[in-house]
Every structure is written in C-alpha cells, then in structure tokens.
C-alpha cells in the first residue's frame, strides 16, 4: 500500500467496523504515516483498540485525535504505548476531556517507558 495520509476528520468512525478497519490498516504497517482521527466520534474504547494496534506500528508519525471527548486514561494508554516508539514525532490530542496535568502537558516519551 502506499497510502501516507489517513484523515476521517469530522467523520463518523466511532463505529467498531471503522476502528477495526483502522487497527487491521495499521497492523499491517503500512507507509501510512499520518492519521487523522479529529472529532470522529471516537470513544475510549475505541482508542484502547487503536493503541494495541500501534504498538506494533514502526511507520506511524503523526496521530491527531482531537475533539473526541477522551479521558485521562486513554491518554496515558497513547503515551504508555507510544512511549518507545521512534517514529512517532506529533500527537495532537487538544479538545479532550482531559484533566490530569500529566495528560495535558507536552508528550514527553521518556516519562511513560518502563511503566
């Protein structure tokens, strides 16, 4: 596959069929190396899905999931699974419902490893 540019922006992905269509895209590792999921409706749930998904990513650089409604926890599960991942340079996750000061400060790798 040689797609880069994943965006569902403003979409209505939040369905389990598209998060499963969106885990199987990134399991494969494709060259995709931006994905775009900014007010999808995505939940929680769905970002638990993703994240096992990107843990065995090595293309992925940028992940936006802004204006989703997400809580601390999915934040802290992106960072956990992110936090070894080299190729990662942008996460985009503002609009959130985020209120834990370790979630709303800059993403910062080093601070999720060995957790």
């Not at 596959?1 to 965006?7: A, E, G, H, N």
């Not at 269509?21 to 638990?48: E, K």
């Not at 090595?58 to 992106?78: R, V, Y």
């Amino acid at each position: 596959s040689t797609l880069q540019f994943l965006s569902l922006a403003s979409t209505c992905c939040g369905n389990v069929q598209v998060i499963m269509m969106i885990c199987a895209l990134l399991l494969r590792d494709t060259v995709l190396s931006h994905l775009n999921l900014n007010s999808t409706g995505l939940s929680d749930d769905g970002v638990t899905l993703i994240s096992e998904s990107l843990a065995h990513n090595t293309n992925l650089t940028s992940l936006c999931m802004s204006g989703n409604g997400l809580e601390d926890g999915s934040a802290h599960e992106i960072a956990v699974t992110l936090a070894d991942k080299n190729s990662i340079q942008h996460i985009d996750l503002s609009n959130n419902n985020l209120t834990s000061t370790e979630c709303t400060c800059s993403y910062n790798p080093a601070r999720y490893r060995d957790r």
